[in-house]
């Protein structure tokens, strides 16, 4: 191919593509937002409330800014769905609190809640799926997926934002976790890193199905378990030890491991 030929391709590809906001606008949006919510992320210091109020409007603009770049998204709906979303960040703000206090209680390393909101990888990416997730139920296009995709990359903790997970969420640790479209978690759940709820089949034409695992209230997943399919259901209270590889359903309050049969050899 010549490169004329090459670069009248990639000019109609350009002319072709649909209206995205640039992920360094999206990150703008939650660099903002994520201060004002949390003192520990902020260096600034607010001498009244209209100036933690200018803030917040700031984070609404570059929420509009963004949204307003989605040229498949009615216009019509930026206002009612930057409307709606203020209005549940009380909600979704409390939410996290329940996450950031159940890390704390439960690494024994945690010093502190801010200590946790501040430096905890799985913090930071519970929340951006939280943000996410409230925008993907309002039916917002690619800016759920792009703010995902932020916090993958700053974490390794890979979270779908159409998955649905309940409150005092506690990843440990982090990397490597992958939490599938139509995953759905309980209360008060423990994934350490490594852990997969994935599909067990990745055909297209599953896309509209549920293809990923259901965990019940209380479980414990433990570093590199996988856990696969949409029927596949972990009973409230159930222990998944590490490098479990699961596809089938277990009852409540089970105890799933591996028993491997290890060798120590004296070496001279």
């Given at each position: 191919?010549?490169?004329n030929?090459?670069l009248?391709e990639l000019f109609?590809?350009h002319n072709?593509k649909a209206g995205?906001p640039s992920t360094f606008?999206?990150q703008?949006?939650?660099d903002?937002?994520l201060?004002?919510l949390?003192?520990?992320?902020s260096n600034?210091?607010f001498s ?9 409007l700031?984070s609404?603009?570059q929420l ?10 009615p216009k019509?709906?930026?206002?009612g769905?930057?409307k709606?979303f203020?209005e549940?960040?009380?909600?979704l ?5 329940k ?6 209680a ?5 010093k502190s809640?801010d ?8 913090f930071?990416?519970?929340a951006i ?7 993907h139920r309002l ?6 997926r792009?703010l995902t995709?932020?916090?993958?990359s ?10 649905t997970?309940g409150?005092?969420f506690?990843?440990d ?15 008060h759940v423990?994934?350490?890193?490594g ?5 067990l089949?990745v ?5 509209q199905t549920?293809r990923h ?8 997943i433990?570093?590199?378990?996988t ?5 596949t ?8 030890g ?14 799933v491991?591996h028993?491997?049969q290890?060798n120590?050899e004296?070496?001279?």
């Amino acid at each position: 191919m010549s490169e004329n030929k090459f670069l009248n391709e990639l000019f109609q590809a350009h002319n072709a593509k649909a209206g995205l906001p640039s992920t360094f606008l999206v990150q703008s949006f939650i660099d903002i937002l994520l201060p004002v919510l949390f003192p520990a992320y902020s260096n600034k210091i607010f001498s009244g409330k209209d100036e933690l109020k200018m803030e917040l409007l700031l984070s609404k603009k570059q929420l509009l800014a963004a949204l307003s770049f989605l040229e498949s998204f009615p216009k019509t709906e930026i206002e009612g769905v930057i409307k709606t979303f203020y209005e549940e960040l009380p909600v979704l703000y409390k939410l996290l609190l329940k996450d950031a206090e159940a890390i704390e209680a439960g690494d024994p390393a945690a010093k502190s809640r801010d200590e946790v909101i501040r430096s905890y990888p799985g913090f930071y990416a519970i929340a951006i799926y939280r943000i996410a997730n409230l925008l993907h139920r309002l039916n917002v296009p690619f800016i759920p997926r792009i703010l995902t995709e932020i916090a993958h990359s700053k974490t390794g903790i890979d979270i779908h934002p159409a998955a649905t997970i309940g409150e005092s969420f506690f990843i440990d640790h982090g990397t490597g976790i992958v939490i599938g479209e139509t995953t759905h978690i309980g209360n008060h759940v423990k994934i350490y890193q490594g852990v997969t709820l994935g599909a067990l089949s990745v055909n297209k034409s599953m896309a509209q199905t549920k293809r990923h695992p259901t965990i019940m209230d209380n479980v414990v997943i433990y570093a590199g378990a996988t856990i696969l399919g949409g029927n596949t259901v972990i009973g409230e209270g159930s222990v998944i030890g590490g490098n479990v590889w699961l596809t089938e359903s277990v009852s409540a309050h089970s105890m799933v491991y591996h028993k491997p049969q290890l060798n120590v050899e004296q070496v001279r």
